[in-house]
């Protein structure tokens, strides 16, 4: 049963070499995505960046009159 944990041990190249011949291998299973595909969700986050944007600048707007208001009518 001991034997069969035993790792064999291997010089830094050996295992350098296994390792980028592991990730050769990997990367040739992935399926990638067709340009339109990338295209299609690129725009989406684009275009949801801008909307986020602007929903944060009308709720920062809105939240910097309501205390400006707040302030000037404690003040007076």
């Not at 990997?26 to 602007?54: G, H, Y």
Request: hydrophobic share 50%; net charge positive; no cysteine.
């Amino acid at each position: 049963m001991a034997a069969e944990l035993e790792v064999k041990k291997s010089s830094f190249v050996e295992s350098t070499r296994e390792y980028f011949t592991d990730i050769r291998n990997e990367m040739k299973r992935v399926t990638w995505p067709s340009r339109a595909q990338v295209e299609a969700t690129t725009m989406v986050v684009i275009l949801s960046v801008f909307v986020f944007a602007a929903y944060f600048k009308l709720v920062d707007s809105v939240i910097g009159i309501t205390v400006t208001r707040a302030y000037n009518a404690l003040v007076k």
